[in-house]
C-alpha cells in the first residue's frame, strides 16, 4: 500500500476528549494538522505539522524500532502492516493508519473502561 504524499486535516472525532485522555488538552489547536508521509518500501518517516511544532518517528515495517510519543517519550515498538492498514501500540493508545479513497485515515483508541477513539481524516495536497 503506497502511503507516501502530503495530507492535511479536514476532519476529526473526539479530538479534544482524545488530548484530554492523553494529559494534553493544552496542546489542542485549531491549526490544520498536515502529515507528510516519506516511503520506501517498508521503511517510512511519519511526520505531523502545525506552525511551530512538528513530531517525527522512522520505521520499518515489521521491525521493532524506536517511536516518539507527542510529549517527546521514547518507547520501543514494531509497527505491522495489516492488509492495508499500518498498525503500532503507542504507550497510551492503539494507532492505525490507511489509505481510503486517496484519504490518509488515521484512529488512535485509548485503552480502559473510557477509552477514547480518536478519527483523523486527511486530503492529499
Request: aromatic residues 12%; hydrophobic residues 40%; glycine residues 6%.
Amino acid at each position: 500500500m503506497a502511503f507516501a504524499g502530503k495530507y492535511e486535516s479536514e476532519n476529526q472525532e473526539n479530538y479534544e476528549e482524545f488530548l484530554e485522555a492523553l494529559g494534553l488538552l493544552s496542546a489542542k489547536t485549531d491549526h490544520n494538522v498536515v502529515t507528510e508521509v516519506l516511503q520506501d518500501g517498508n521503511d517510512f518517516t511519519w511526520t505531523q505539522s502545525i506552525p511551530n511544532w512538528a513530531w517525527s518517528n522512522k520505521f520499518t515495517i515489521g521491525q521493532e524500532c524506536e517511536l516518539v510519543t507527542m510529549k517527546g517519550d521514547k518507547f520501543k515498538a514494531t509497527v505491522l502492516l495489516e492488509g492495508e492498514k499500518i498498525s503500532a501500540q503507542f504507550p497510551q493508545y492503539q494507532f492505525t493508519a490507511e489509505i481510503i479513497e486517496d484519504k490518509l485515515v488515521m484512529n488512535c483508541i485509548t485503552s480502559g473502561e473510557k477509552g477514547v477513539a480518536f478519527k483523523r481524516i486527511s486530503k492529499r495536497v
